[in-house]
């Protein structure tokens, strides 16, 4: 029936010539007022939490048969039973009257326990009928405001199969006995609500429930009523979606205003004021508008904050406020007042990691906020064949809710699902509200973006990695409604969207585990259609990144753009570091150039490279020695590493003969500097052959005389690496393994943060199979057989060690047979951890004279010996004790006598 006809056939009915019966008997076909009512475009039109769209004909085996080729289904295997899930779809432009909706459905188990399944419902209006055995069910409902939902839900099922399709609906027309039931119920609904503590429509409410209870019998009467009925719960289910918005933004814009001393303060305090009497007289108001002016104040507060320039250091593990690193990985964001808020994956437990929250107001100083969603707490699953990777954290503001989606997953990927959790403030525990296939596709690595309307989106990799979704969702973030593919057939993963004017650009990642590979990105003027070709952005590993989220920072002076990337693996998932560095556009590119550190200023919203005064100058640097350099098949010559450019590169040589490890480069700095780190930059170019990571770094005021002052097993990526200061005209950076090592950039850092503090490292030594000694100073007789150990309490990093004679390995133990003269000297063990800092301890191995040529008298004592009363001979007494002491004189005696010894 076109639209002419229905609103022909709306205006016929208030006229009631026909007689109700005839409505009854003869119904009127409506059904194409249902969008897609047999799903065969999917779940376009409808509102789908969790049922995934089939085509088999399986249904036929539960007594009915599918209308067309797609019908909509949930099914797990029969020792599980199905999640609650949600389908449905609000038709419009409906005349006022009795509707019936006839569908297909079954809600079955088929391990055939228990025979009748609960949990399953069709519902139309405030009307529900259970659902299970198949077949055909109906609904009557009434409209009365030109709407009707219809839907099908499963809630606390104990089914294993739910299936639906075809829904019908057909127009009875004005019913007295059923418009009279109506009037009951709404009734019921109405006065519930007055009796709410928190009604904030209650004058409305009870003056329809008044004149709903002295309506008259005749259609027109009831129907009044209903419609007056009807908008006065609806006012009440407006103010409370509204009143939820308005007093989360309100309790925002006080604990900002409480917690802060910006120069705008009284202005904002004047808002503050202004809008609180809504929270005790809603009833009437606009309160999205009230929920605007908020929001404005909120901004223009925050644009009077004082300038606040802060370093953001990559490549080491951020520190939270308990001194821990922060497990936030796969992270999500989201900007309440003056703080960001971050969650993300904890990977301390590596397979099943709870979600954790942190707060920050620079980006360097971390609060930990809590668990918020957590491994059989949150949900009974998560922990137990569950878990979740890149949560994502958004706001609604229609409806004053947190709100979390997030990749739900189990051991082998094949769940392929996404959940959402929902919560009233930002920083409480989140509840679960749903899981399963989004709109019933396949869905794994995801992220989500609210453009500027409020509109919100989850995007993620579906169908096995095939294609990305694009998922419009609810206006309460709770639910996608709309689903568009894009990228078909490109495999990619990672997405992370972000809006800079009218353009949305879109960066990702192709799929190769947790190892980076090179980004790319697309732009459009629409979401849903129009993306240009990829285009490669970074260099071949994206920096060793894989993106995350990116940033919007707005402030007094602009707005900066910050892409967050996950450096998975670095070395273990738990050390994985998030790195963050500014992204800018040009056209329709962006700049996308890695920073190792940057200046970033979250009250005016402006960024800037460092100052080069943290970087010794390269005036006079000059390449002294190297191992080898490649020059006859590309520029690789070792001077490149100190030439300033980044697109060039010293490697190490591969024609004509490969040079094998160690390799290294040595520079002279032309004067003596105090220097307290170093700044490696791996090749920029397509290849991230030859890259770093076992390595040595030395340092020496004279040219001979070498000191080790940072070493490891992972050499951090295009990151600073900080030590105790130390004087140094030359340094030597060795690789100790590698086929080959590249390096396009090194620098030395003059200075190490304000919030460096490196491991305590502490050694002991022990003499043969004897006890340690607690020192650093071991002198022995030649001969004896010295183990060197160096520990430290702080875990995670790595070790390495360097000898007197330049030999260099991993290490934090090392052991000396048969001393001799080569041995002594200088043994330094380096402890390197993941917040790019190492400290040392050396040790001073001397050997004890025992060879005597001549001495001054016989008397003269030229050797002493110590021995335990076991027989076990030490350098020195362990403590206090007996002990046999064995003394030699010039005249040759030799006097052994049992002391006792403090």
Not at 338 to 353: A, L, Q, S, V
Not at 356 to 374: A, C, L
Not at 778 to 800: D, E, H, I, Y
Not at 884 to 900: A, F, M, Q, S
Request: glycine share 10%; charged share 25%; net charge negative.
């Amino acid at each position: 029936m076109n639209r002419m006809k229905l609103c022909l056939l709306a205006a016929l009915t208030f006229g009631h010539g026909m007689a109700e019966a005839a409505f009854r008997d003869n119904p009127t076909e409506m059904t194409t007022s249902i969008v897609n009512p047999s799903f065969e475009d999917g779940a376009t039109g409808w509102a789908n939490a969790g049922f995934w769209t089939q085509t088999n004909d399986s249904p036929t085996g539960e007594g009915w048969t599918k209308d067309g080729k797609i019908y909509m289904e949930r099914w797990v295997a029969d020792s599980q039973t199905l999640p609650d899930a949600d389908l449905h779809q609000v038709v419009s432009e409906l005349p006022v009257g009795v509707f019936k909706v006839v569908v297909d459905a079954h809600a079955v188990n088929q391990k055939g326990e228990p025979e009748v399944c609960q949990g399953a419902f069709l519902y139309v209006g405030r009307h529900e009928t259970s659902v299970h055995k198949g077949g055909e069910y109906q609904l009557r409902a009434v409209a009365v405001n030109g709407t009707l939902e219809i839907g099908f839900r499963l809630k606390g099922t104990d089914a294993n199969w739910a299936a639906v399709d075809h829904f019908r609906l057909l127009y009875e027309g004005h019913d007295v006995e059923a418009y009279k039931e109506e009037l009951d119920i709404l009734l019921a609904v109405a006065e519930e609500g007055a009796a709410q503590e928190n009604c904030h429509n209650l004058t409305s409410l009870r003056k329809a429930i008044e004149t709903a209870k002295e309506t008259g019998d005749s259609v027109d009467e009831l129907v009044a009523a209903l419609q007056g009925l009807d908008a006065a719960i609806n006012e009440y289910d407006r103010l409370a979606v509204q009143y939820g918005a308005f007093e989360r933004a309100l309790l925002n814009a006080k604990k900002l205003y409480d917690g802060s001393d910006y120069a705008g303060k009284s202005l904002f305090g004047k808002v503050i004021e202004e809008l609180e009497p809504l929270a005790d007289n809603p009833e009437g108001q606009d309160l999205m508008e009230a929920v605007s002016k908020l929001e404005k104040a909120t901004q223009d507060y925050l644009d009077t904050r004082p300038s606040n320039w802060m370093t953001i250091r990559n490549g080491a593990l951020w520190v939270d406020d308990r001194g821990e690193p922060v497990q936030a990985h796969g992270a999500g964001f989201l900007q309440v007042g003056d703080t960001w808020y971050m969650i993300g994956e904890d990977r301390n437990n590596t397979w099943n990691p709870d979600v954790n929250m942190y707060s920050t107001k620079d980006f360097v100083h971390w609060k930990f906020e809590r668990k918020i969603i957590k491994n059989g707490v949150t949900h009974p699953s998560l922990g137990n064949g569950r878990f979740i990777e890149r949560p994502k954290l958004m706001y609604c503001r229609k409806t004053g809710k947190y709100v979390v989606w997030c990749h739900w997953e189990q051991g082998n990927y094949g769940a392929s699902e996404a959940a959402v959790f929902y919560c009233d403030s930002v920083n409480g525990d989140y509840k679960f509200h749903w899981a399963g296939r989004p709109l019933g596709v396949k869905s794994r690595d995801c992220n989500v973006f609210v453009d500027n309307d409020g509109t919100a989106y989850f995007i993620s990799t579906i169908e096995e990695n095939q294609h990305l979704g694009l998922f419009r969702l609810s206006d309460d973030y709770l639910s996608a409604v709309e689903y568009t593919e894009l990228f078909k057939w490109q495999s990619r993963e990672a997405p992370a969207i972000v809006r800079h004017g009218d353009t949305y650009f879109m960066m990702f990642s192709a799929c190769s585990g947790w190892d980076p590979n090179q980004a790319t990105f697309s732009y459009s003027k629409s979401l849903t259609s129009g993306w240009s070709s990829r285009a490669n952005i970074g260099n071949s590993v994206a920096y060793d990144t894989q993106a995350a989220s990116v940033l919007t920072v707005t402030g007094s002076k602009g707005t900066s753009y910050m892409y967050v990337g996950d450096r998975w693996q670095d070395p273990g998932l738990a050390e994985s570091k998030t790195i963050m560095f500014p992204i800018s556009f040009n056209g329709n590119s962006i700049v996308f150039d890695y920073k190792p550190q940057f200046d970033l200023d979250l009250s005016t919203g402006q960024c800037r490279d460092v100052a080069q005064s943290c970087y010794v100058p390269k005036g006079k640097w000059k390449v002294r020695a190297f191992s080898s350099q490649e020059t006859g098949s590309e520029n690789g010559a070792a001077a490149n590493a100190i030439d300033g450019n980044l697109q060039t590169k010293w490697h190490t040589r591969y024609s004509g003969g490969v040079a094998s490890a160690p390799h290294h480069i040595e520079v002279d700095m032309g004067e003596e500097h105090e220097i307290a780190g170093f700044l490696c930059a791996p090749r920029m170019d397509n290849s991230s052959n030859g890259l770093v990571r076992d390595y040595m770094f030395l340092v020496s005021t004279d040219g001979e005389q070498w000191e080790a002052v940072s070493g490891g097993t992972w050499l951090p990526y295009y990151a600073g690496v900080y030590f105790e200061p130390v004087k140094a005209r030359y340094f030597r950076l060795v690789a100790l393994a590698g086929q080959y090592a590249s390096i396009s950039e090194i620098d030395i850092l003059q200075e190490a943060p304000d919030s460096f503090a490196p491991a305590s490292v502490n050694g002991s030594w022990r003499l043969g199979e004897s006890s340690p000694f607690y020192n650093t100073n071991p002198t022995v007789r030649k001969r004896s057989t010295v183990t060197l150990t160096a520990k430290t309490g702080s875990s995670g990093g790595s070790w390495a060690f360097y000898g007197p004679d330049g030999e260099m390995g991993h290490t934090n133990e090392y052991r000396i047979d048969k001393v001799s003269d080569e041995n002594v000297g200088v043994y330094t063990f380096i402890y390197s951890d993941q917040y790019c800092q190492s400290a040392k301890v050396d040790f001073q191995l001397s050997i004890r004279g025992t060879d005597v040529e001549s001495v001054e008298s016989g008397l003269a004592v030229v050797d002493t010996k110590y021995y335990t009363l076991q027989g076990m001979e030490v350098s020195e007494p362990l403590g206090k004790g007996i002990y046999v002491v064995k003394t030699c004189y010039g005249d040759g005696i030799v006097k052994v006598e049992k002391k006792l010894l403090d």
